[in-house]
T-cell receptor
Framework: DQQVKQNSPSLSVQEGRISILNCDYT??????FLWYKKYPAEGPTFLIS?????DKNEDGRFTVFLNKSAKHLSLHIVPSQPGDSAVYFC????????????FGKGTKLTVNP | DAGVTQSPTHLIKTRGQQVTLRCSPI?????VSWYQQVLGQGPQFIFQ???????GRGNFPDRFSARQFPNYSSELNVNALLLGDSALYLC???????????FGPGTRLTVL
């Protein structure tokens, strides 16, 4: 039973354009959501997070949107850069982020020069 | 500042053997969590320790155990290895409750 779903295994965009990565969840108890980026042979790197009391959080080129009624969140990267090419994981927590994280399967983003 | 460190980097074992993986959290972090990432999947939660006490356990068999030491480092033990235990084992640390976790590079375990 996948509680966090990333339905797009891969996404390809041109450098300078917007990348939009999507994530859906089923557990209404989740109250904190995170995005991690993972390069091969490295551990996941924290990117950005959002609490369920907010609907948007922005950090530089990265913005996360949360739609609680739809149980959907998205990560926007603007403008996309070739160095952004990696696997992006959506994760959710029912206890503020430092407790058990439930991850999606990931979306592989490729940004073409 | 040093990030989360894990050892060894790679490990090859045979079925039925036992393995111990080690993790050193970021200095000042008191929470350590372990995750298993199988190829093509996202990381799956195994254990969380905070201030040397187990605070959470995922859906893994009793062959998996862990502990946290007074210096907040941690070990993950897996007994009676199965082929399906082949995975990347990730350790993550956090300074406390309610904040983001930071991951180490992982230990790649191969069971033959």
């Amino acid at each position: 039973d996948q509680q966090v779903k990333q339905n797009s295994p891969s996404l390809s965009v041109q450098e300078g354009r917007i990348s939009i990565l999507n994530c859906d969840y089923t557990n209404s108890m989740f109250d904190y959501f995170l995005w991690y980026k993972k390069y091969p042979a490295e551990g996941p790197t924290f990117l950005i997070s959002i609490s369920s009391i907010k609907d948007k959080n922005e950090d530089g080129r990265f913005t996360v949107f949360l739609n609680k009624s739809a149980k959907h969140l998205s990560l926007h990267i603007v403008p996309s850069q070739p160095g952004d090419s990696a696997v992006y994981f959506c994760a959710a927590s029912a206890q503020g982020g430092s407790e058990k994280l439930v991850f999606g399967k990931g979306t592989k983003l490729t940004v073409n020069p | 500042d040093a990030g989360v460190t894990q050892s060894p980097t790679h490990l090859i074992k045979t079925r039925g053997q036992q393995v111990t993986l080690r993790c050193s959290p970021i200095s000042g972090h008191k929470s350590v969590s372990w995750y298993q990432q199988v190829l093509g999947q996202g990381p799956q939660f195994i254990f969380q320790y905070y201030e040397k006490e187990e605070r959470g356990r995922g859906n893994f068999p009793d062959r998996f155990s862990a502990r946290q030491f007074p210096n907040y480092s941690s070990e993950l033990n897996v007994n009676a290895l199965l082929l399906g235990d082949s995975a990347l084992y990730l350790c993550a640390s956090a300074p406390g409750q309610g904040v983001e976790q930071f991951f180490g590079p992982g230990t790649r375990l191969t069971v033959l």
